[in-house]
């Protein structure tokens, strides 16, 4: 079975271009499913719309058209709040007809508001509640190294989540069992639900604690194609050590309304979609 | 009943052992018990397939959770309190929602721990287990039924619970998988009615069958006939047998090393009220929590012995009425 996306093409402009282009349809789509639901996540889902755009159109093996295909990569978002930017991007992945988007959270939708491995293809893992997806991920690989196959994982965390305790305990695992097909990807945009996580739970120094667990660290802009790019394939050659790539990101990335309400210490937009006329603003800024 | 004795934690880790060498699929994981639960049988002959987390419960069930979303049939050890209170989210998220093959089989339930004392105590695991949706929830009342049962959940696909006990209490059943001209018969969701008796039914569970069957042997002795229903499958629970039961003989007594509030007795009263209204009572731990001690003294302060069972039995039969 051809895997589904072109792993062998270059990081050239042609191909950031396109995946750029991608990243700013899932944002789009984010904040009108959102909206149209009148409630989710818009922040945390604008934030990592560039890496989820990476991660299933460049970097992950798989095939929309066979959700089930043993031999694809498995990707988790542990921070299952982002679910409407995951949602935009296996929907533009062609797993289900964009018009699906729009039943987001509506009652007998297949878009439950956090992800659900039972009603969404193209979702690997159930998750929502905070902490457990790293975990699920280390499972998975050390199914994969057992059976001695090549499938790798890739979990993206949310930098609150790191406050749940579980999270550390696969850190420790994945070093321990030296799983190399497994990648985190910490979306570190600053912010949790009730203030910046310099205020409610420092996690600096955050690469310090990574490196300490026995990781492999990279640090990027987590809004530069290319770096996101480059860190994934770093993450390929790596050896006996799983990988952590801390993505520095801005919550809201894109729309001015929610960057400033986040820059001003505001928390609305964790868990607040945009109004009609909000939402109508921020689609103007989001063009290419 | 026989003298014979055996611990169902040990009949468990001798049965992954055998389920080991038939396929390979199985996996099994422990945080940092696996000398008390015995899967450090199966760790020795099968390194590979192993995985100690250590003292780590809720990635213990999480990491269970991912290997067998891959396709194996992951087996998770540790004793109840910890598996179930400290992996309960997990579990509940990434096994029982998803509907993913993992087994939870915990030692150490109830009071029979002993000397470690109330907190490593486990009287609200049945109750928390058999209340999440898609679980299958077991208690084998010997360890030759433990060999039967650990082989049937393999078999079965989807998230099981299944308690097993830290001492060595008497065999129910022989190496024939017989009691006396019954056979085991084993299947998940059936109950083994060990005893016929007119009178009453004893309805017990886990380390509790052995109890009943003195209790009800202690009262034939007294002209009670009492019968005994084995239920080792708390969820689904056996409807048919607790209502034929209910029917026949119009009182029940239900029995379990658990907190009275949630377990057997809960189970066994939500089919009653609903279809059967006849006289009940439960013996269990009546609410409290337990203490340092040698298990056998803990049964009999906490009320968990064959006179205890009976004591009911006697209550139950005054209030009884024709159920006919």
Redesign the interface.
């Known amino acids: 079975m051809a895997p589904f996306n072109e792993k062998t093409a270059p990081h050239d402009t042609g191909l950031i271009k396109k995946l750029t282009k991608v990243a700013l349809l899932i944002r789009r789509n984010s904040l009108i499913m959102t909206t149209k639901a009148a409630s989710g996540h818009p922040g945390g889902s604008l934030s990592c719309s560039d890496i989820l755009a990476a991660i299933y159109f460049h970097q992950l093996r798989h095939d929309p058209k066979n959700p089930t295909w043993?031999g694809r990569d498995?990707f988790i978002l542990s921070k299952g709040h982002a679910a409407p930017a995951l949602y935009a991007a296996l929907a533009e992945a062609g797993y289900f007809p964009t018009e699906e988007l729009w039943s987001l959270r509506k009652i007998g939708s297949m878009l439950q508001g956090h992800p659900?491995?039972?009603k969404t293809p193209g979702i690997?893992?159930?998750?929502?509640?905070l902490?457990?997806g790293l975990?699920?991920?280390?499972?998975?690989?050390?199914?994969?190294k057992?059976d001695g196959k090549t499938?790798r994982v890739y979990v993206l965390l949310g930098d609150g989540e790191l406050d749940e305790?579980?999270v550390w305990?696969?850190a420790?695992?994945a070093a321990?069992?030296k799983i190399d097909n497994l990648v985190a990807i910490v979306d570190y945009n600053r912010q949790q639900l009730s203030g910046c996580t310099d205020r409610i739970m420092n996690l600096e120094p955050i690469a310090d604690k990574w490196r300490a667990f026995g990781w492999h660290v990279m640090e990027i802009d987590g809004h530069q194609m290319k770096q996101i790019l480059d860190s994934l394939d770093e993450a390929e050659k790596v050896k006996g050590k799983p990988t952590v790539i801390i993505a520095h990101t801005v919550k809201g990335k894109g729309v001015s309304i929610i960057e400033n309400s986040f820059l001003k210490g505001e928390c609305k937009f964790h868990g607040t979609p945009l109004s009609e006329s909000e939402l109508a603003k921020a689609l103007e800024e989001l063009h290419e | 009943m026989s003298e014979r004795l055996a611990a169902t934690r040990d009949a468990y880790g001798e049965t992954l052992v055998g389920l080991g060498r038939m396929n390979k699929n199985i996996?099994v994981l422990d945080a940092d018990l696996s000398p008390s639960t015995k899967t450090n049988l199966f760790a020795k002959e099968f390194p590979?397939?192993f995985?100690d987390?250590?003292i780590?419960e809720?990635?213990l069930?999480?990491?269970?959770?991912?290997?067998?979303?891959?396709?194996?049939i992951?087996f998770a050890s540790t004793f109840s309190v910890f598996g179930v209170e400290k992996g309960l989210?997990?579990f509940k998220?990434?096994v029982a929602?998803?509907?993913i093959n993992v087994k939870l089989v915990t030692t150490h339930g109830g009071i029979s721990v002993g000397e470690d004392g109330s907190s490593h105590f486990c009287i609200e695991d049945i109750a928390i287990m058999r209340s999440l949706p898609n679980v299958t929830v077991i208690i084998p009342a010997d360890a030759i039924e433990t060999k039967v049962a650990t082989k049937a959940i393999a078999e079965y696909h989807g998230p099981v619970f299944m308690r097993l006990s830290r001492p060595k209490t008497p065999l129910i059943y022989d190496e024939g998988y017989r009691y006396q001209d019954r056979d085991l018969n084993f299947k998940i969701g059936k109950s083994v009615t060990l005893r016929d008796g007119n009178d009453v039914t004893i309805l017990a569970t886990g380390l509790m069958v052995a109890e009943s069957l003195q209790a009800a042997n202690d009262l034939a002795k007294e002209g009670i006939a009492a019968g005994v229903i084995n239920i080792h499958t708390i969820k689904p629970i056996d409807r048919e047998a607790i209502l034929q039961a209910a029917l026949s003989t119009g009182a029940l007594v239900t029995v379990e090393e658990h907190n009275i509030i949630g377990g057997l007795g809960g189970a066994v009263a939500e089919v009653l009220v609903e279809e059967a209204p006849v006289p009940m009572i439960r013996v269990g731990i009546r609410d409290t929590y337990g203490e340092s001690g040698p298990w056998r003294e803990l049964f009999a302060k906490y009320g968990l012995t064959s006179s205890d069972v009976a004591k009911a039995v006697k209550e139950v039969l005054k209030r009884k009425i024709k159920w006919r």
Do not use: C, W
């Open positions: 043993e498995r659900d491995m039972k690997d893992a159930s998750t929502g509640t902490g457990q975990s699920i991920g280390v499972g998975m690989a050390l199914a994969f057992l499938n305790g579980q305990e696969a420790m695992a321990h069992y | 996996v590979d397939r995985f987390v250590g780590a809720a990635n069930i999480s990491v269970a959770a991912g290997l067998a979303s891959v396709g194996k992951a989210n997990q998220q990434s929602y998803p509907n």
